[in-house]
């Protein structure tokens, strides 16, 4: 599979989430469906209904469609938009997390269960109690505890529960408002519930305050990623508005965070979301842009390059259409 091309041309697919199972590469993406509606800053365009899991035997092999892996029409509690997904793989499952509106338009977090990488998935009744907003990651720790990051601005709703409960009208941050960083919480062993209270993360700058609202180059919009890389915490996200892939790092897993700078400059498209994984012993980003559509913001395509990082930690910035 060729660097920086779609890894599948037959269908549209973002939010790559990858990981390394059984020795292959499994990609969680979206699965964009075309449409000739106008976009809007809700996200309606991204009108998603079902997940196919995608993988690759190795680097050097094509990539594979494994099907249609879970479809939201098997799944109680969701109304529409099957947003990035993540998986995560513990005591012998698969663990589907999937962000979704529910009956009442509310985005929520869901999980379905599978004892294979590439599903089918079995759903959950309900959503994660407790669980809103969007673009779920999961972090299983060398110690076996797991983590999620959650939480998107704008469509994604995370302004709307600054009070604690759902509120559309819920003023958003500006200005020198602190900026409002991604949701974490530990999960418990099930995989399936909240184990502490979700709380903010927060990412602090150079001289160790908050990001501020304003500071839109570098504050959190959506799309977290959390790996490790020599024993430190490296929390990844897209800035939105200003379409950069950026990062922060921190000795815990629920931070605080630094920001240390920026993975990838803007991509062809809007959005711009991400995973990172390491593969034999090198470091790839997962990613998705809109060339195979021609810039229609959801038509997307998923890709990978390799990542590199430099001697003190920091990772070197990745211009997507420069080799
Ligand atoms: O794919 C729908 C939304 O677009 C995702 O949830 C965001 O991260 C952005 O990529």
């Known amino acids: 599979?060729?660097?920086?091309?779609?890894?599948?041309?037959?269908?549209?697919?973002?939010?790559?989430?990858?990981?390394?199972?059984n020795g292959k590469i499994y990609v969680y993406p979206s699965h964009d469906i075309p449409h000739d509606g106008e976009d809007n800053d809700d996200g309606d365009e991204y009108r998603m209904e079902d997940y196919h899991?995608?993988?690759?035997?190795?680097?050097d092999a094509d990539c594979?469609?494994?099907?249609?892996?879970?479809?939201?029409?098997?799944?109680?509690w969701v109304s529409k938009q099957m947003w990035a997904p993540d998986c995560a793989y513990k005591n012998g499952k698969y663990y589907l997390y999937f962000p979704a509106r529910d009956k009442d338009g509310?985005?929520?977090?869901?999980?379905?269960v599978s004892d294979k990488p590439e599903g089918p998935f079995e759903p959950e009744e309900n959503y994660i109690e407790g669980s809103y907003s969007?673009?779920?990651?999961?972090?299983?720790?060398?110690?076996g505890?797991?983590?999620?990051?959650?939480?998107?601005?704008?469509?994604?709703?995370?302004?709307?529960?600054?009070?604690?409960?759902f509120d559309e009208n819920t003023p958003r941050p500006v200005g020198k408002d602190k900026a409002l960083g991604p949701m974490f919480a530990e999960l418990n062993e099930d995989m399936k519930s909240?184990?502490?209270?979700?709380?903010?993360?927060e990412i602090l700058d150079e001289n160790g305050n908050p990001l501020l609202a304003e500071d839109e180059d570098r504050r959190y919009f959506e799309g977290p990623w959390m790996h490790k890389y020599n024993g430190l915490y490296y929390l990844s996200y897209s800035t939105g508005t200003t379409h950069y892939l950026v990062y922060g790092t921190s000795e815990n897993p629920d931070g605080p965070f630094t920001y240390r700078g920026r993975i990838m400059e803007p991509v062809i498209g809007w959005t711009t979301h991400h995973s990172i994984v390491e593969y034999q012993g090198k470091w790839y980003l997962f990613y998705h842009d809109c060339e195979l559509s021609n810039g229609i913001n959801h038509?997307?395509?998923?890709?990978?390059?390799?990542?590199?990082?430099?001697?003190?930690?920091?990772?070197?910035?990745i211009h997507p259409y420069e080799q």
């Open 53 to 59: 899991i995608l993988s690759l035997d190795n680097l």
């Open 299 to 317: 038509r997307r395509c998923v890709k990978y390059t390799e990542l590199k990082y430099n001697e003190d930690g920091t990772i070197q910035t």
């Open 194 to 201: 909240f184990k502490t209270e979700p709380k903010h993360l």
């Open 145 to 165: 505890r797991s983590y999620i990051y959650y939480g998107g601005l704008w469509g994604g709703q995370l302004e709307m529960w600054q009070t604690g409960k």
């Open 1 to 21: 599979m060729k660097e920086r091309t779609p890894l599948v041309t037959h269908i549209f697919t973002a939010d790559p989430s990858a990981h390394v199972f």
């Open 134 to 143: 969007i673009d779920p990651a999961v972090l299983v720790d060398d110690d």
């Open 106 to 112: 509310i985005f929520r977090i869901g999980v379905a």
């Open 64 to 76: 594979v469609d494994n099907g249609e892996a879970l479809h939201m029409k098997n799944i109680p």
